[in-house]
């Protein structure tokens, strides 16, 4: 099974600053027709997981454009600018690339 | 508009059958795969299975042996049914797509 690894566990910031969370695979996720199966979730406290980034850098329908993601094939990073209050919850990354999807353990976003 | 919502018992006994049901809307279950994903409580999220457009299924390696999902199209509804549960199998499930997920049933395995 793929292993996503994110770091950090958690991390605070103060509204209208950035914040970057990176994600780590076990093995490249750049399939065969040269799609980069990594996607990005929110799951904002007490609700289901929503979209943000699919296919590496692509930004789900709604979703503002201070959300950005970018990497190689292992190596990922989700950068939010000028944070919100809404952005407030725990991040997940995840891929499509085979079966079992997995996901990394998450990092929880918190404001000063 | 993409909807999903699951239905089920909130409690289920140690041992028993679990039965979910997905119903859809807003999409066609013969132009979408459809997956479940659970989440125990405080935790990370955990992919079950998914039924592909066309039907056929494919299951998380560890839940295989107790775990099966299916479908009615003509009610736009997929089901879970997983066997022999435990408590760790106490979790919210989720049934979701690439455009969305439901909002979650919360099931206690419990006597």
């Known amino acids: 099974d793929i292993v996503l690894t994110q770091a950090p566990l958690s991390v605070s910031v103060t509204p209208g600053e950035s914040a970057s969370i990176s994600c780590r695979s076990s093995?490249?996720?750049?399939?065969?027709?040269?799609?980069?199966?990594l996607y990005w979730y929110l799951q904002r406290p007490g609700k289901s997981p929503q979209l943000l980034i699919y296919q590496m850098s692509n930004l789900a329908s709604g979703v503002p454009d201070r959300f950005s993601s970018s990497g190689s094939e292992t190596d990922f990073t989700l950068k939010i600018s000028k944070v919100e209050t809404e952005d407030v919850g725990v991040y997940y990354c995840g891929h499509r690339l085979e079966y079992p999807l997995t996901f990394g353990s998450g990092t929880k976003l918190e404001i000063k | 508009q993409v909807q999903l919502k699951e239905s089920g018992p909130g409690l289920v006994q140690p041992s028993e059958t679990l039965s979910l049901t997905c119903t859809v809307s807003g999409f066609s279950l013969t132009s979408n795969s459809v997956h479940w994903v659970r989440q125990p409580p405080g935790k990370g999220l955990e992919w079950m299975g998914i039924?592909?457009?066309?039907?056929?299924?494919d299951y998380n390696s560890a839940l295989k042996s107790r775990l099966s999902i299916s479908r009615d199209t003509s009610k736009s509804q997929v089901f879970l049914k997983m066997n022999s549960l435990q408590t760790e199998d106490t979790a919210i499930y989720y049934c979701?797509?690439?455009?969305?997920w439901g909002q979650g049933v919360m099931v206690t395995v419990s006597s």
């Open positions: 979701t797509i690439p455009q969305g």
């Open positions: 039924i592909r457009s066309g039907g056929s299924t």
């Open positions: 093995k490249s996720l750049l399939s065969s027709k040269g799609i980069t199966s």
